[in-house]
């Protein structure tokens, strides 16, 4: 008898964890007028739903409208991207006097962690409280998509007050040293997501200096000044108003500035779409941000029947710099066994 229960306790709890594991879900978190939804796949954020000035609720977060229908999605809509996010030039890299080579889904480069990255994965539910905050983790083992190691991943969305959302994101390597960065990669229409394009929001960006890319997008290693040039957002402007001096709209690595207090969070970005009054503002600890227009959208058919057309949303990745991998100069992303990776992010968000 007691074998035959504990067998059956032991296939109920396998079942159990495997439905866990494997189970895709929505999870909300909600305060107030403040919601938001995210699902275990990709930890993707899939809305933030938010009050204009006269209280009229929008969602301000491109996206689709079924979980499935982030499968096999080329945009990232609201994904954590990693292993290593952003581009790895010629999808390889050295690290202790080996090679690695990653897998090349972007030309013969590597992109957000290769074709399967940690936005394609499901991640276990290991915490969810709909008034507080939900946390996502994921076990990347050793050679996936060419990385080194296993890595132990989690990401948490939190609400703090009634219109803050953090999310903080840990990542401990097991038994390798590997490069690790993380980025959140929510596309943001602050008008709402089927208001049409982007050009007229205001833009505040808090770095004096870019990574400029040679044609595949790749870091050249130089870190130049904004100054004088159509990156220069350190006074606020219109998204638009320099479309016109540049090829393709932004996709670009900020240099963030210093906090004055080494604890302190970097002030990234001050976002306002004046017709609806919403404003939003971002903070992180990660030394980069990478601003990009959605330069690659292309009549993307998105949420409620809604098809995203080139510069339909913002993203404001927080991040290191693309490619350190290959630029001994740029802030190394290589974390150890023992150490631990820490991205933090805070988003306030008002209307006037
Ligand atoms: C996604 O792509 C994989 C392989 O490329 C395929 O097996 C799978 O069916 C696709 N999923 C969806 C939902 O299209
Ligand atoms: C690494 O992960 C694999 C499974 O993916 C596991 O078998 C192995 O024990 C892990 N090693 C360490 C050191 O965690
Ligand atoms: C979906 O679109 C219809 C018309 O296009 C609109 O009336 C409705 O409010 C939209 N629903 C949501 C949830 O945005």
Same mark, same amino acid.
């Not at 208001?195 to 890319?213: A, W, Y």
């Given at each position: 008898m007691a074998n035959i229960f504990s067998f059956c306790v032991f296939i109920v709890l396998s079942s159990l964890c495997f439905s866990k594991a494997q189970h895709v =879900?929505?999870?909300?978190?909600?305060?107030? !007028?403040? %919601?938001?939804?995210?699902?275990?796949?990709?930890?993707?954020? +899939? /809305? $933030?739903?938010?009050?204009?000035?006269?209280?009229?609720?929008?969602?301000?977060v491109l996206g689709y409208d079924l979980v499935n229908d982030y499968k096999n999605d080329t945009t990232y809509f609201g994904a954590i991207v990693g292993r290593v996010a952003n581009r790895i030039g010629g999808a390889k890299f050295i690290l202790n006097g080996v090679t690695y080579k990653t897998d090349a889904n972007d030309g013969k480069n590597t992109l957000h962690g290769g074709?399967?990255?940690?936005?394609?994965?499901?991640?276990?539910?290991?915490?969810?409280? =709909?008034?507080?905050?939900?946390?996502?983790? !994921?076990? %990347?083992?050793?050679?996936?998509?060419?990385?080194?190691?296993? +890595? /132990? $991943?989690?990401?948490?969305?939190?609400?703090?007050?009634k219109n803050k959302l953090a999310v903080k994101m840990m990542a401990k390597p097991l038994?390798?040293?590997?490069?690790?960065?993380?980025?959140?990669?929510?596309?943001?229409?602050?008008?709402?997501?089927?208001?049409?394009?982007?050009?007229?929001?205001?833009?505040?960006?808090?770095?004096?200096?870019?990574?400029?890319?040679?044609?595949e997008l790749i870091p050249t290693g130089e870190i130049v000044p904004v100054r004088k040039t159509p990156y220069d957002f350190r006074r606020p402007r219109?998204?638009?108003?320099?479309?016109?001096?540049?090829?393709?709209?932004?996709?670009?690595?900020?240099? +963030?500035?210093?906090?004055?207090?080494?604890?302190?969070?970097?002030?990234?970005?001050?976002?306002?779409?004046?017709?609806?009054?919403?404003?939003?503002?971002?903070?992180?600890?990660?030394?980069?941000?990478?601003?990009?227009?959605?330069?690659?959208?292309?009549?993307?058919?998105?949420?409620?029947?809604t098809v995203y057309g080139k510069h339909a949303g913002f993203c404001l990745e927080t991040q290191g710099f693309p490619d350190a991998v290959?630029?001994?100069?740029?802030?190394?992303q290589i974390v150890k066994p023992r150490g631990i990776y820490k991205h933090f992010m805070v988003y306030r968000f008002t209307a006037h």
């Open positions: =879900k929505v999870y909300e978190l909600k305060r107030g !007028y403040f %919601s938001a939804k995210f699902t275990n796949y990709g930890a993707t954020m +899939l /809305s $933030v739903i938010l009050p204009d000035k006269t209280g009229k609720l929008d969602d301000v074709s399967k990255g940690f936005s394609d994965v499901i991640w276990t539910v290991k915490s969810y409280k =709909k008034h507080s905050h939900v946390t996502f983790s !994921y076990e %990347s083992f050793d050679g996936e998509e060419g990385f080194p190691g296993n +890595l /132990s $991943v989690s990401v948490t969305y939190m609400l703090l007050h038994n390798k040293p590997t490069p690790v960065n993380l980025a959140l990669h929510t596309y943001w229409n602050l008008g709402g997501h089927n208001s049409g394009d982007i050009m007229s929001h205001t833009l505040k960006l808090f770095g004096s200096k870019i990574t400029p890319v040679d044609s219109e998204i638009g108003s320099k479309f016109d001096q540049l090829p393709h709209g932004y996709d670009i690595n900020y240099v +963030l500035h210093k906090s004055r207090r080494s604890r302190h969070l970097r002030k990234v970005a001050v976002v306002v779409e004046s017709k609806c009054g919403r404003k939003m503002e971002l903070w992180t600890n990660m030394p980069g941000v990478q601003f990009y227009t959605s330069n690659m959208l292309k009549n993307e058919k998105g949420k409620n029947g290959n630029h001994p100069n740029f802030p190394s």
